[in-house]
């Protein structure tokens, strides 16, 4: 996730104080300074930075904190805390209209992601609200802008309102919001051309836009890499445009998105939404609360259970589960939860959410390719081998069968045998496991970890399976 | 010290400089406003007035550890040379700046043209501006009168290939392009046997945006490099990072990662006439050792101009010193 880097400083600058039984003003004072020029490369703007860590220190100066038992812990309470206000106090939920007509202006500068975002924010109203969206084309400027938003809205069937490029913006939004009414959509997203925010004259059409759709939202998409500019351009654009929310997007990248942070705090403007890959689904509510524990490391249990319960079919896994518990698992099974985590998204996101599993997966990327390789070894096996894994195991000709037919070498086929046992095996000890030693903060810790098997053999470390 | 003075008058001259003046102008304002506020003659020179100094360079985007770099620089020029004068310090700075980054070493931004092909290979990140870039340089090199070729190798966004398709026939040149969602080191292979076979003197392959953590796309583009080499000797002859100059430091890891996977020859920073800070500029040149070839001052094709580092600390600091 994106603000792991700053959160690795943070907790560097956090460790010294940890288990310390008093903090010296001095104490505080050295981690100020860290927290600031940790938060400064992150690209947090400046004035942010100075009138943040000015209010943790004054809290952190207090009684409370310098007399309390455990003054690293306070400590980390108060950044938590701030960081969280930082990003505002509470998720602001997207507030669809159920009645009428919902219209959203979408603006930004070039290549934040507007079109995409579009796309993205369209699939969310019909999946979330069962809207019927239509988006518009408004972009007549960059080349090609026009199809891009026609290959978006084709891909996600959606219906796509455009005029060419021969057509003023203000024109075929007027006829866009004719074309609504006709047609039953209760929902329309208009993509703007991307403008620099000083840029006055394009500016003015984005307010002759806003004076004739009357948007119930207008959101700025920003790009979670930018710079100190971030400040300026949210500000200029919530002046000229009074903007109701924002979009932070590419935050799937390894930028520290301190961009993110100030963005809130100087314009006062909610986070709505957050962009977090190149996929059309890629698009997250925006959660102040899990983004500051994302930032401080503590993950994001929330988001996983939103995600799980959103796209697994809840008797498919329970099943799956008491078949893996029973020993009958098998690679019918296994093909079916590979889906289902296919389904949740991508891999490697979803394996950051998991408390401390952050630090796990540092060196060791999930390759969703290897889903690839796994499905097609499965595909090469017969039925039964597939409901009974004993067969291959115990049989080398069935092995080299499956290799041929799937293209690969007779090891891969072994890696997966000893994955599908290793998860058995897991999951009968996280079955055994006591609820009650359970970290919360780490779960994963307190799971028995499995044993290393030693590297047998030569060969190169090709790395096995991973999940 | 009279140099530096004398360096800008006979800048102010060139024609090329008026570009960077204009583009810069917001960058300029900002930096060299608060600069000007910061030095007047009755300011004491402390270390409040040098942690001001620092503000100013971390709000351009210069970044946390170049300027301290830079300050410490400053600071010690003040010793050296007694400075008790605030305003005296506004020639300091430039005069520091220029030290740091001009050095005595000639650094060529043209673009390397080999005979009897080149290939120009551009990537970055999504949504830099590597398509519009890619349209302005093939401007700048037919107008060299070069025989030039776009390849679509963005086959993954929709209306990528359109998008340049539409910039070739602006600029005037030719183009190759297979259907959305071929495999790109095919669509590479297949351009550079066409442009062999068609005499095209410079090829610029377009490719997807990715993010530089995702390791896969960065596979992809390891493999398209290792393509193009393998079709024309010594390609590509320029692997270009576009940049986009509002990004914060996150623009140095960009830089890095790509380096990496297909051992960029420049960069090429576009957008720095939106933003008041471009100051990316000197952290990339601090920290990674590549040049900045290109930038892009403006909107329209003319607007993309080589760069000159020796113009581009003028146009930061016209009519400062």
């Given amino acids: 996730m994106a603000f792991d880097q700053l959160s690795d400083r943070l907790q560097m600058a956090l460790r010294r104080m940890r288990g310390k039984a008093k903090l010296t003003e001095k104490d505080i004072d050295e981690m100020m300074r860290e927290v600031r020029l940790s938060l400064l490369e992150a690209d947090v703007n400046f004035k942010v930075v100075k009138s943040f860590t000015q209010s943790i220190k004054e809290e952190a100066l207090g009684d409370k904190i310098l007399k309390g038992l455990n003054p690293g812990q306070q400590v980390i309470k108060v950044v938590h805390e701030a960081l969280r206000d930082l990003l505002g ?112 004259s394009m500016m003015d059409e984005l307010k002759q836009l806003k004076t004739l759709i009357k948007p119930d939202d207008i959101l700025l998409v920003l790009d979670a890499m930018t710079g100190q500019d971030a400040v300026s351009v949210a500000d200029h654009y919530h002046t000229q445009l009074g903007i109701t929310g924002s979009i932070i997007t590419k935050l799937d990248g390894d930028t520290r998105g301190g961009a993110a942070l100030s963005l809130r705090k100087v314009t006062d403007v909610p986070i709505k939404f ?194 | 010290m009279g140099f530096i003075k004398q360096l800008f008058q006979s800048k102010k001259k060139a024609n090329t400089a008026r570009k960077y003046s204009v583009g810069m102008a917001k960058t300029r304002h900002q930096i060299k406003g608060q600069l000007t506020a910061l030095l007047s003659s009755n300011v004491a020179i402390d270390e409040a007035l040098f942690s001001s100094i620092e503000e100013v360079f971390i709000m351009a985007d210069i970044g946390v550890e170049t300027t301290l770099e830079i300050v410490d620089d400053l600071r010690d020029a003040v010793k050296l040379n007694t400075i008790n004068d605030a305003q005296a310090l506004r020639e300091q700075i430039v005069e520091i700046l220029f030290k740091r980054y001009v050095k005595e070493t000639v650094i ?43 390849v679509a190798g963005d086959t993954f966004r929709a209306g990528a290939i359109e998008q340049l398709h539409i910039w070739s026939e602006r600029v005037g040149c030719d183009f190759f392009s297979k259907p959305a969602g071929s495999d790109p080191s095919s669509v590479m292979y297949d351009a550079l046997n066409y442009a062999k076979q068609n005499a095209i003197d410079v090829v610029l392959c377009d490719t997807a945006g990715r993010l530089q953590n995702k390791k896969n796309l960065m596979m992809e583009l390891e493999k398209i490099h290792k393509v193009i080499g393998r079709e024309v000797p010594y390609a590509p002859h320029e692997t270009l990072l576009v940049l986009d100059a509002t990004t914060g430091q996150n623009g140095l890891t960009q830089a890095k990662l790509f380096d990496e996977v297909t051992e960029l020859t420049g960069v090429v920073l576009t957008k720095l006439d939106g933003t008041a800070k471009g100051g990316i500029v000197l952290a990339i040149k601090e920290t990674l050792n590549i040049p900045i070839k290109l930038v892009g001052l403006g909107e329209t094709l003319e607007d993309l101009t080589y760069f000159d580092i020796e113009e581009y600390i003028y146009g930061l600091f016209e009519d400062f010193v």
Avoid: W
């Fill in chain 2, 108 to 150: 060529d931004t043209n673009l390397k043209i080999s005979k009897p092909i080149s290939v120009h290979l551009f990537v970055g990140v999504n949504g830099v501006g590597k398509t519009t870039t890619i349209g302005k340089v093939a401007y700048l090199l037919k107008a060299k009168g070069h025989k030039v070729m776009m």
């Fill in chain 1, 89 to 200: 106090k509470e998720t602001s939920v997207f507030a669809f209209k159920k009645e009428g007509t919902h219209t959203v202006l979408l603006s930004g500068l070039q290549g934040s992601g507007k079109t995409t975002t579009a796309g993205k924010l369209a699939m969310y109203l019909r999946k979330h609200y069962q809207a019927k969206p239509l988006l518009v084309a408004l972009d007549v400027y960059r080349p090609a802008a026009v199809e891009q938003l026609k290959t978006i809205g084709k891909q996600l069937d959606i219906v796509v309102f455009e005029k060419g490029t021969d057509t003023s913006p203000l024109i075929i939004a007027t006829e866009a919001l004719k074309y609504a009414k006709e047609n039953n959509h209760n929902a329309i997203i208009f993509d703007t051309a991307g403008r620099l925010h000083i840029d006055e």
């Fill in chain 1, 274 to 467: 957050m962009g977090l890959g190149e996929r059309l689904d890629a698009l997250e509510v925006f959660h102040p609360e899990r983004m500051a524990s994302r930032i401080l490391g503590m993950g994001d249990m929330l988001t996983l259970i939103d995600k799980v319960t959103e796209n697994v079919d809840e008797d498919d896994m329970m099943n799956i589960m008491e078949k893996m518990m029973s020993g009958k698992y098998n690679y019918d099974d296994f093909i079916k939860q590979l889906k289902m985590i296919k389904r949740m998204g991508s891999l490697g996101g979803l394996m950051k959410l998991i408390p401390g599993a952050n630090k796990m997966l540092k060196n060791n990327d999930v390759d969703e390719k290897q889903l690839i390789v796994v499905e097609s070894i499965i595909g090469s096996m017969t039925k039964k081998e597939r409901k009974n894994p004993d067969l291959i195991k115990q049989n080398s000709s069935r092995r080299r069968r499956i290799a041929r037919g799937s293209g690969r070498q007779v090891s891969d086929i072994n890696k997966l045998i000893q994955n599908l046992e290793m998860q058995i095996s897991t999951m009968k000890r996280m079955s055994q496991m006591d609820p009650n030693t359970i970290n919360p903060n780490n779960p994963l810790q307190s799971m028995p970890q499995p044993q290393q098997k030693r590297k047998k053999g030569k060969g190169k470390n090709k790395g096995g399976f991973r999940f």
